[in-house]
């Protein structure tokens, strides 16, 4: 195939943080060809970053639809604020332009049939850009269950924890779509970083598939105690009332029996974690101590208190290092986010480049995606628990 | 006060367990002087562990019916199986016998009702023996959340995660009472070992109130696998089949918009924990890596990754530890699990003798037992949310 030329919509934080990043330079017959933003600052922001820090000069623009030509790209990256993915996207693909999305949850149910039914009238490709089924340990962890070694996984734990409360201030004192969010919505609002690896470890759309959820809101008081400490006398922050609740738990059964907990929380101090932990009949995973717990070691004292096994995750290291990373890293790390940047963004262009069908598809992004309404919903309605739609009409059996 | 004349009822696992301690000799003034099993060879195990451990010979009863006389104790211990706490302790406390009554959960609502009504018409004293509200931690982050280390609280959560396999099956090959609870019920059976500190924390029934909760249960697997294992030759357990879900998980939202999320995790490989997480503006704590995080920590670097700063929590040990500890590490441990039951037992011995208010009273125990039915009509409704009744009839505000 000729060279992949990419256009690439949203120059926010993430935006600018590909263009930091090596995954416009670092694969062979890739050229970034076009950027937008409708904000001006950010479009500036980022041509000067590609000028002096890659010595790249792509077209600009700002208005969305411009860029949405084939005769400029042959592949669009859409990298702008959660609202304006899906509509974005379906533009996109209605014009037989292969689509990477980039992550977020969806607003209504609605907006994800849309998705699902555009593309499977137009068959354009469709690749949801969910890093974190490409993070090294999430891959490890999926090759040991696809092994075995778990045995039956019965329960699965994830989280998006994160310390957010200087980025949602940027949407009053910059310019930022998390504000919006979070002073007009109580959701699961960003789901897929850790419901994506595990949806990939319990088959979901592949013999299996999420039935229902429910979701628990705390308080919201992370975002107010943060404001009057940082910024007293800003009076549209002081002022704001904020619907998001600090932590929200959101429980999903599946087809298989299988649960899932999420937790986000992003409004409170705290480490980074995505909380991984898996629970089979064999072994037992917890990310928060990188530790595994195998068949067989509830016979050791140390079963009381695991201290001393913390970390024994490097033990197994070279024995299930997944072979999409054994090969990386034997080749080279590209792109951002230790690696898993360059892993995302690398199978889209290749799946594009060569016509294979995308890890992610539309029908994975539809049921990671759909988390955030259900969860919404279930709420709003005092946990009450929440179906899924069945995306997949059937097919996922 | 003369001397404190104890009857146990119920000697399986914890009560011989207790016999082996030393909460019936540590205590001045405390006098065991009547055990009671319904279970024959349950009751010679004891009588042998007391007299030759201990020097101990209380007279020993069959029917706890012969125990619950003024005449021969002036306080009993319940300590027999989950179904069976509530009905002896309601007759104890119509005798006017004070009741230390051990951990479980209700099989119905309306029982602990009935034990409420009884304890408000009798006003016997009665106390819900939760050795965890004694930990060491516990009390120390309870202190903590006290002192506003944490500021305002947001969400906790909790587990009991231990690996009950080989003892479940001991109902089928032994003697054990939690065989007929995984083979017939489903529902976060095992509450209150971290739900009461936590409880304390949040200031339940003294300002706050559990509202609601959601439960979900995952497949059961676990039990059978074992079972596949460890007795494939034996039918009645290879037949069995569990109602039991291997992970239930539990989320509490409280009138103070706090929310809670409890996991019971029994029945697959795992060491123990009680994973107490503290989320509040300030600071956040994790016990899986005995480790807190403080209000700005999250300028430096290894907030993306903690491990650093694992098991940071001896650093505030001293500055932090509870009074109650303080003490008694200066005057020597007591008793069991790491000196938590030398001190619940001892609480209650010392408000029996000397007629103080229960720390830990039937209205705790009301809020905490009730989890277990909640959980179990959740579950069955799909997750549907359940409301708390307010035992205390408003007198929590």
């Given at each position: 195939m000729k060279k992949l030329r990419v256009g690439l919509i949203g120059l926010g934080g993430r935006g600018l943080g590909l263009c930091k990043s090596t995954v416009f330079t670092d694969f062979?017959?890739?050229?970034?060809v076009a950027i937008c933003d409708n904000y001006q600052p950010w479009l500036d922001r980022a041509v000067e970053c590609l000028a002096t820090e890659k010595d790249l000069h792509p077209k600009t623009f700002t208005d969305h639809h411009d860029v949405l030509n084939k005769d400029l790209i042959d592949a669009v990256l859409i990298v702008t604020s959660w609202e304006t993915h899906i509509p974005i996207a379906i533009e996109a693909l209605e014009l037989g332009i292969p689509v990477g999305m980039e992550i977020c949850g969806c607003y209504d149910l609605q907006q994800v049939w849309d998705l699902v039914h555009t593309w499977e009238r137009t068959k354009t490709p469709f690749m949801f850009l969910e890093n974190c089924c490409y993070g090294q340990n999430e891959l490890m962890l999926l090759n040991m269950v696809r092994q075995g070694?778990?045995?039956?996984?019965s329960h699965c734990d994830g989280c998006y924890a994160h310390d957010l409360r200087r980025e949602i201030c940027k949407g009053v004192?910059?310019?930022?779509?998390r504000w919006g969010n979070y002073v007009n919505r109580n959701c699961e609002?960003?789901?897929?970083?850790e419901l994506g690896p595990i949806a990939k470890m319990l088959n979901i759309n592949h013999g299996n598939r999420f039935l229902t959820l429910t979701s628990t809101s705390s308080k919201s008081v992370g975002m107010h105690e943060y404001i009057k400490q940082k910024h007293p006398d800003h009076e549209v922050l002081m002022n704001a009332k904020f619907n998001q609740g600090d932590v929200v738990i959101t429980t999903i059964k599946c087809a298989g029996g299988e649960t899932i907990t999420l937790k986000l929380d992003t409004t409170l101090p705290r480490f980074y974690s995505r909380g991984l932990e898996v629970h089979g009949t064999k072994a037992y995973y917890n990310d928060v101590c990188k530790s595994f717990f195998f068949e067989g070691d509830e016979e050791v004292e140390e079963m009381w208190d695991w201290q001393p096994n913390w970390d024994n995750r490097e033990k197994y290291r070279e024995q299930y290092e997944h072979p999409i990373w054994k090969e990386y890293l034997a080749n080279g790390i590209k792109g951002g986010h230790g690696g898993m940047d360059g892993l995302v963004y690398g199978a889209f262009y290749d799946c594009v480049m060569n016509g294979y069908d995308m890890p992610i598809n539309v029908y994975d992004a539809a049921a990671w995606m759909a988390v955030t309404n259900l969860s919404e919903q279930s709420i709003a309605l005092g946990g009450a628990p929440m179906v899924f739609p069945d995306f997949t009409s059937g097919a996922w059996k």
């Amino acid at each position: 195939m000729k060279k992949l030329r990419v256009g690439l919509i949203g120059l926010g934080g993430r935006g600018l943080g590909l263009c930091k990043s090596t995954v416009f330079t670092d694969f062979e017959g890739v050229e970034l060809v076009a950027i937008c933003d409708n904000y001006q600052p950010w479009l500036d922001r980022a041509v000067e970053c590609l000028a002096t820090e890659k010595d790249l000069h792509p077209k600009t623009f700002t208005d969305h639809h411009d860029v949405l030509n084939k005769d400029l790209i042959d592949a669009v990256l859409i990298v702008t604020s959660w609202e304006t993915h899906i509509p974005i996207a379906i533009e996109a693909l209605e014009l037989g332009i292969p689509v990477g999305m980039e992550i977020c949850g969806c607003y209504d149910l609605q907006q994800v049939w849309d998705l699902v039914h555009t593309w499977e009238r137009t068959k354009t490709p469709f690749m949801f850009l969910e890093n974190c089924c490409y993070g090294q340990n999430e891959l490890m962890l999926l090759n040991m269950v696809r092994q075995g070694v778990f045995g039956e996984v019965s329960h699965c734990d994830g989280c998006y924890a994160h310390d957010l409360r200087r980025e949602i201030c940027k949407g009053v004192l910059t310019h930022h779509y998390r504000w919006g969010n979070y002073v007009n919505r109580n959701c699961e609002n960003y789901p897929t970083h850790e419901l994506g690896p595990i949806a990939k470890m319990l088959n979901i759309n592949h013999g299996n598939r999420f039935l229902t959820l429910t979701s628990t809101s705390s308080k919201s008081v992370g975002m107010h105690e943060y404001i009057k400490q940082k910024h007293p006398d800003h009076e549209v922050l002081m002022n704001a009332k904020f619907n998001q609740g600090d932590v929200v738990i959101t429980t999903i059964k599946c087809a298989g029996g299988e649960t899932i907990t999420l937790k986000l929380d992003t409004t409170l101090p705290r480490f980074y974690s995505r909380g991984l932990e898996v629970h089979g009949t064999k072994a037992y995973y917890n990310d928060v101590c990188k530790s595994f717990f195998f068949e067989g070691d509830e016979e050791v004292e140390e079963m009381w208190d695991w201290q001393p096994n913390w970390d024994n995750r490097e033990k197994y290291r070279e024995q299930y290092e997944h072979p999409i990373w054994k090969e990386y890293l034997a080749n080279g790390i590209k792109g951002g986010h230790g690696g898993m940047d360059g892993l995302v963004y690398g199978a889209f262009y290749d799946c594009v480049m060569n016509g294979y069908d995308m890890p992610i598809n539309v029908y994975d992004a539809a049921a990671w995606m759909a988390v955030t309404n259900l969860s919404e919903q279930s709420i709003a309605l005092g946990g009450a628990p929440m179906v899924f739609p069945d995306f997949t009409s059937g097919a996922w059996k």
